[in-house]
């Protein structure tokens, strides 16, 4: 198995948000575009905008994923990414939670990120104004892992449980003191 499918990797992007984020970007342009009774000349260029538009924002919700290696951490979502020493992140504190049960963790507040119906990706606010790094498909079970950097990952992996354990595995032990 390969880390791209490794259980412990972010949720992909569900097709149904990703074909959503296409038709937001294609039919208020078309509809409008026939409204407007332009020339087709320019119907055809405000589409093909929309198209690469679309295809973009596709592209940039496919870029997904955690890196775990000697040095730590890595997660990219959107055009987002976050490279985290091990030294950087409280495995001790991390948890899987429920954000049912914990609503207070949820990301809220854009602060600079991109989100799309399910997809969230960048950088918010909770519903408790906490710092956040969010890399999210919709699901309700999520990886909260504290950092030193004065923010909290909020990630979505396939099994949640299985990057914690995965990070808890290949951390340096803690230096004694």
């Given amino acids: 198995m390969n880390d791209a499918d490794a259980p412990w990797q972010l949720q992909p992007v569900g097709i149904r948000t990703r074909l959503l984020m296409v038709a937001l970007c294609t039919v208020p342009l078309l509809v409008g575009v026939i409204l407007a009774g332009e020339s087709w000349k320019v119907a055809v260029?405000?589409?093909?905008?929309?198209?690469v538009l679309a295809l973009l924002l596709d592209r940039l919700m496919r870029r997904h994923r955690v890196t775990v290696d000697a040095s730590g951490l890595e997660v990219v979502t959107a055009m987002y990414q976050r490279k985290?020493?091990?030294p950087e992140l409280d495995l001790e504190a991390a948890r899987v939670i429920s954000l049912d049960e914990?609503?207070?963790?949820?990301p809220m507040i854009k602060t600079n990120a991109m989100a799309a119906f399910a997809f969230k990706g960048g950088a918010f606010r909770s519903r408790d104004l906490d710092k956040?790094?969010?890399a999210a498909a919709g699901g309700k079970r999520l990886l909260w892992l504290p950092t030193t950097r004065g923010y909290t990952l909020l990630l979505e992996p396939r099994r949640p449980q299985a990057l914690l354990e995965r990070l808890r595995e290949l951390a340096p032990p803690a230096p004694h003191s």
């Fill in 84 to 86: 985290l020493a091990w």
């Fill in 102 to 106: 914990h609503p207070g963790r949820k």
């Fill in 45 to 51: 260029l405000a589409i093909a905008g929309a198209i």
């Fill in 132 to 134: 956040l790094f969010v």
